[in-house]
C-alpha cells in the first residue's frame, strides 16, 4: 500500500502483513480517526467505550485488533470473540468485513441472527468458528439451547448499543455477558450516550479507553452555497441510481467519491459503459498518472472524476458544479470538506448523497454538522428522466434559434413543406435533434425505498410507556395493527422478548413496532399493518424464550 505523506497509515498502527495484505488488496489507503484512534489500544488488550456516529468506520476499528490476536488458522471450536448488535442487516455487513480483512488468517467467522435457518448456524457452531457476529435475541436462544459455547471469550464488541437498549435487549445482553470470562475486553460503541447505557458500561468495562470523534465545524462565513440532495437507494442498486441522478442533473463536472481504491476503479469502468467520460483517481496510481487525469478533467475531455478521498485532498477544480457521495462519507466532518469544493466565489453548487435505507441517523448527523438542511428525494423514475432529456433537447434547440444562422438549412425545410405540414417538419426534427444526443433509453424502473422510520426518541421496549390497555395508534409509516401472542406472564415474557423476537425476524426495527400488553398467558403487540402478515409468519416459525407461540391478528377493537 501506498504511504500516504499527511497522515496515518494502516502500517503505522503495527498490524500484522496478512491485515495489511487484505485491506491494500481492498484498496483502504488511510485508517479514519476513529481507527486511528481505537486499534493501538485494542491491540494492546484494553476495554474501550467509544462513542461515534455510524459511518465513521467503527467496523474496521474493532475488526481489526480482533483479527490481528487471533491465532492463524486456530482449530479449536468454541469461539474467541463475540460481536453483539442490533439487526440481522448490520449483522451481515459486519460479518462480511470479518471475512474480507481476516480471509488470509483463515478467519471463521459466522453470522447469527434470526430469519435464517438456525440448523445451519447450528452446524456451523458445531464445526467451529473463531468469531460469532450476532443479534441479542438469537445470540441467547443458541445460549438456551447449549449451542453456543461463550467460555473461550478474550473480546466482546458491543456495537450500536444505544440502539440495542432502544429495542428491548437491556436484560438480554446482561444476561449474555454474564456467560463470558470476567477476564474478558470488552469493547462498546454507541452513537449515544444516555445514562442507563453509562451505567452499563460502568458494570462491564475495566478502566476503558474513552474515545469521542469529535466533529468540525465549518468556519463562520464559509458556508458555501450548494444545493444539498441526499437519494435513498438500495445498495444493490446504486451504479444505476448514480447514473440516472447524474443524466437529470447534467453536470458540468463533477467529482464523484469512493471509499475504496477498488470501488473507485469499479464504478468508473461502469460509468464509462453509460456513455460518461470518467477518469479514476486514488493512492494507488502514480504522480504522473495522477496528473495526467487532472488534465483531462481540467482540459474538459472527462466530466467526471472517482476518487477516493486521499487522492483528492487538496484538489480545486474551478469548473465543479457537482459533488456526489457514493457512499455516506466515513465521518461528518469529510462531508463538510467534500461539499466545500463547489460552491465557491458566489457560484452554486450540488452535494448529492446515495444513502442506505439504514443511514438515516448518520445523515442527520451530517446534517447537524453542515449546518444546512439535506433534502432527502427519491431516485428519478424513467419518466423523470425521459422528461429532462427532453428539456434539454428543448434547451438546444432554442439555443440554436437564437443563434441564427440557420439560412443555409431553409431549402430543406421548404422542400418538405411541399409535402408535409410544418409542424410535422419541426417534429421530425426534434426527434433527430433528441435521438442525435446518444442518450441511451434506461427502461429499467430503480426500486423506490425509504429510510427506516425514525420519529426522533424510539420507543423503548423495556419502559413503562407500553400500558396495558392502551389503544392502537397510527404510526408514522401508517395504521397499525394489533397482533395476539398466545405467551404472557406465565411464560416469563417481557416486551424486550417480543421486540427481539420480531427485530430478529424481520426487517422491522424497535422503532417500528408500537404498544405492547403483558397479560398473564398472551400478550398484544402492535406493529405497522403492511408488515403483520410477515410478522405473523416470522413469529410462529421461531420460539419466544424457547416456546412456540400461537400468533395471529387480535380479534378485539382495531
Known amino acids: ?77 468454541a ?6 448488535l442490533p439487526t440481522r442487516e448490520l449483522a451481515v455487513q459486519v460479518s462480511e468485513a470479518f471475512h474480507r480483512y481476516g480471509k488470509d488468517l483463515g478467519a471463521r467467522v459466522l453470522p447469527v441472527y434470526g430469519g435464517a435457518p438456525i440448523v445451519r448456524q447450528l452446524r456451523s457452531l458445531e464445526s467451529g468458528v473463531d468469531v460469532v457476529v450476532a443479534t441479542p435475541g438469537r445470540a441467547l436462544d443458541l445460549l438456551n439451547r447449549g449451542s453456543l459455547d461463550l467460555g473461550d471469550v478474550a473480546t466482546v464488541v458491543l456495537d450500536e448499543a444505544d440502539e440495542m437498549l432502544d429495542m428491548g435487549f437491556a436484560e438480554d445482553l446482561e444476561a449474555i455477558l454474564d456467560e463470558t470470562p470476567e477476564t474478558r475486553q470488552t469493547v462498546l460503541f454507541s452513537a449515544t450516550m444516555p445514562r442507563r447505557l453509562d ?59 469512493c471509499r475504496t481504491r477498488e470501488e473507485v476503479d469499479s464504478l468508473t469502468e ?86 442506505e435505507p439504514r443511514e438515516h441517523r448518520m445523515l442527520k448527523t451530517i446534517e447537524r ?5 439535506i433534502s432527502v428525494q427519491t431516485v428519478p423514475t424513467v419518466a423523470d428522466l425521459r422528461a429532462r432529456r427532453l428539456d434539454l433537447t428543448r434547451a438546444s434547440l432554442r439555443e440554436t434559434l437564437l443563434d441564427g444562422d440557420l439560412d443555409g438549412f ?49 420507543p423503548r421496549a423495556g419502559n413503562g410507556g407500553r400500558d396495558a390497555g392502551a389503544r392502537p395508534r397510527r404510526s408514522a409509516g401508517g395504521p397499525a395493527a394489533r397482533l395476539f401472542v398466545g405467551l404472557g406472564r406465565e411464560a416469563g415474557i417481557r416486551p424486550g422478548d417480543l421486540v427481539g423476537a420480531i427485530t ?33 409468519r416470522a413469529l410462529k416459525a421461531t420460539m419466544i424464550k424457547g416456546r412456540k407461540a400461537t400468533v395471529r391478528r387480535d380479534k378485539g377493537p382495531a
Open 504 to 536: 430478529g425476524e424481520t426487517g422491522l426495527t424497535g422503532r417500528d413496532i408500537g404498544a405492547i400488553e403483558i397479560h398473564q398467558r398472551f400478550a398484544l403487540v402492535e406493529v405497522p399493518a403492511p408488515a403483520a402478515d410477515e410478522v405473523i
Open 410 to 458: 431553409r431549402v430543406v425545410v421548404e422542400s418538405l413543406a411541399d409535402e408535409f405540414d410544418l409542424v410535422e417538419v419541426a417534429l421530425a426534427a426534434v426527434k433527430l435533434a433528441h435521438e442525435a444526443g446518444g442518450a441511451v433509453e434506461d427502461d429499467e424502473e430503480i426500486p423506490q425505498v425509504s429510510f427506516r422510520p425514525d420519529s426522533g426518541k424510539a
Open 369 to 373: 454538522v453542515a449546518g444546512a438542511p
Open 79 to 84: 469461539p474467541v470473540a463475540l460481536v453483539l
Open 270 to 355: 461502469t460509468l464509462n459503459g453509460r456513455g460518461y467520460r470518467a477518469e479514476a483517481l486514488h493512492g494507488g496510481m502514480s504522480q504522473e498518472q495522477r496528473d495526467r487525469v487532472m488534465g483531462r478533467l481540467r482540459g474538459g475531455t472527462a466530466d467526471l472524476l472517482v476518487a477516493t478521498d486521499v487522492a483528492a485532498r487538496g484538489l480545486d477544480i474551478e469548473q465543479l458544479t457537482h459533488v456526489v457521495n457514493y457512499d455516506v462519507p466515513s465521518a461528518p466532518e469529510s462531508y463538510v470538506h467534500r461539499i466545500g469544493r463547489v460552491g465557491r466565489a458566489g457560484r452554486e453548487g450540488v452535494a448529492i448523497t446515495l444513502a
Open 1 to 77: 500500500m501506498t504511504d500516504d505523506q499527511d497522515g496515518v497509515t494502516f502500517e503505522r498502527l503495527g498490524l500484522r502483513p496478512e491485515l495489511l495484505g487484505a485491506l491494500g488488496a481492498l484498496g483502504y489507503e488511510e485508517p479514519t480517526p476513529i481507527q486511528q484512534e481505537a486499534i493501538p489500544p485494542l491491540v494492546e488488550g484494553r476495554d474501550l467505550l467509544g462513542q461515534a456516529a455510524t459511518g465513521t468506520g467503527k467496523t474496521a476499528a474493532f475488526a481489526l485488533p480482533v483479527l490481528e490476536r487471533l491465532t492463524a488458522h486456530r482449530r479449536e471450536k
Open 199 to 257: 451505567s452499563l458500561a460502568r458494570r462491564h468495562l475495566r478502566d476503558p479507553v474513552r474515545i469521542t470523534i469529535a466533529k468540525e465545524q465549518a468556519a463562520a462565513g464559509e458556508a458555501p452555497r450548494v444545493r444539498q440532495t441526499a437519494y435513498v437507494v438500495p445498495r444493490a442498486a446504486k451504479p444505476a441510481a448514480l447514473g440516472r441522478v447524474l443524466d437529470i442533473e447534467a453536470p458540468t463536472a463533477a467529482i464523484v467519491f
